[in-house]
């Protein structure tokens, strides 16, 4: 049972070793610094909170401009995202709007043209055309046989 806590801490003491050196940019090879009791505290302080601790103390006036700033650059984004959404909201009315003329110009074209199209006195063409096309968009040829099956 002694031998397992040992091993335990031995291995927190190792890692948090290993991320002092690596935190400084230092290479395994070279010796630990002199201040490693600190680097340990700042260390097991961003384990327990999951936070970064702060190696440098900001005074309390320096706090409240950065939160004033961050504030202000949070203010600035919101509203450039706004605007941007505002003006694409805008094209996209503008584009709809468009489309629904381009609609109605499609339908009264169409109207119009159906009226041409039917007339009361046909020529013999277009009698012509008219049974091509029955033919062409009629029922398939399979599903006329010449002759019926026999059972």
């Not at 050196?21 to 700042?42: D, H, V, Y």
């Not at 384990?47 to 939160?67: G, M, R, Y």
């Amino acid at each position: 049972m002694e031998t397992i806590l040992f091993m335990i801490i031995v291995a927190i003491i190792s890692t948090i070793f290993g991320k002092a050196k690596r935190s400084q940019g230092q290479s395994e090879k070279k010796p630990f610094s002199a201040n490693g009791m600190e680097e340990i505290r700042t260390l097991f302080k961003e384990l327990t909170n999951n936070e970064p601790a702060e190696t440098t103390p900001i005074k309390t006036e320096q706090k409240a401009v950065l939160a004033q700033n961050n504030n202000s650059n949070l203010e600035k984004e919101y509203l450039q995202v706004r605007q941007e959404s505002e003006s694409s909201r805008m094209v996209m009315t503008a584009s709809r709007l468009q489309s629904e003329k381009v609609k109605e110009q499609t339908m009264k074209a169409i109207q119009d043209e159906s009226e041409i199209i039917i007339s009361k006195d046909p020529d013999p063409k277009t009698l012509i055309n008219g049974i091509i096309w029955s033919e062409i968009l009629g029922e398939p040829r399979s599903k006329k046989p010449y002759f019926a099956k026999r059972g």
